[in-house]
T-cell receptor, first 113, second 114 residues
Framework: SQKIEQNSEALNIQEGKTATLTCNYT??????LQWYRQDPGRGPVFLLL?????KEKRKERLKVTFDTTLKQSLFHITASQPADSATYLC????????????FGTGTRLKVLA | DARVTQTPRHKVTEMGQEVTMRCQPI?????VFWYRQTMMQGLELLAY????????DSGMPKDRFSAEMPDATLATLKIQPSEPRDSAVYFC????????????FGNGTRLTVT
């Protein structure tokens, strides 16, 4: 069956450290993978998109990797801050190349001051 | 700053009642999505439209749910009759037609069916 798995347990890290979140998928062949941030009571907000032929993408303190062999994406936040505390969701095009985005269940990140 | 607007933000209703949720997509976006979020299932895609025509509504229970776009500035999601298991947060999102474009989400309608 098709699955997108993110660590359902909350991730607590100390301020200033690098947070690494994982997104694993099964029985999908995505052309694109996106990461979103969601705060309580709000809708998800887009952060980064990476294409299947890209290994890595960066934006300020954020870095995303995409390994289509391992069927995995890693999302890194360097020099983490308490303001980075939120739930982070990965999403992929469930039918390759279409706009039918399927989301993982998200990982809650808490950055401790 | 353009944003997706959803109304109402909260809705409490009794089982069996009709519920209508509304969404105003970002002007110029031609693709509109409806997602439902629960603790157990996460964010599930119910349906999406392009240029007001349904492209995929396979995630939507057809017997009680319906989604329409009467015009380019309004999308609706209706549940009739509502059931307690429909309690969730319903999100609308809009985007440009390319699959490599981000989705822009509204802040959702929190539905409670008692």
């Amino acid at each position: 069956s098709q699955k997108i798995e993110q660590n359902s347990e909350a991730l607590n890290i100390q301020e200033g450290k690098t947070a690494t979140l994982t997104c694993n998928y099964t029985n999908y062949s995505p052309a694109y993978l996106q990461w979103y941030r969601q705060d309580p009571g709000r809708g998800p907000v887009f952060l980064l998109l990476i294409r299947e032929n890209e290994k890595e993408k960066r934006k300020e303190r954020l870095k995303v990797t995409f390994d289509t062999t391992l069927k995995q994406s890693l999302f890194h936040i360097t020099a983490s801050q308490p303001a980075d505390s939120a739930t982070y969701l990965c999403a992929l095009d469930g039918t390759s190349g279409t706009y039918k985005y399927i989301f993982g269940t998200g990982t809650r990140l808490k950055v401790l001051a | 700053d353009a944003r997706v607007t959803q109304t109402p933000r909260h809705k409490v209703t009794e089982m069996g009642q009709e519920v209508t949720m509304r969404c105003q997509p970002i002007l110029g976006h031609n693709t509109v999505f409806w997602y439902r979020q629960t603790m157990m299932q996460g964010l599930e895609l119910l349906a999406y439209f392009r240029n007001r025509a349904p492209l995929d509504d396979s995630g939507m229970p057809k017997d009680r749910f319906s989604a329409e776009m009467p015009d380019a500035t309004l999308a609706t999601l209706k549940i009739q009759p509502s059931e307690p298991r429909d309690s969730a947060v319903y999100f609308c999102a809009s985007g440009l037609r390319e699959a490599n474009s981000p989705l822009h989400f509204g802040n959702g309608t929190r539905l409670t069916v008692t």
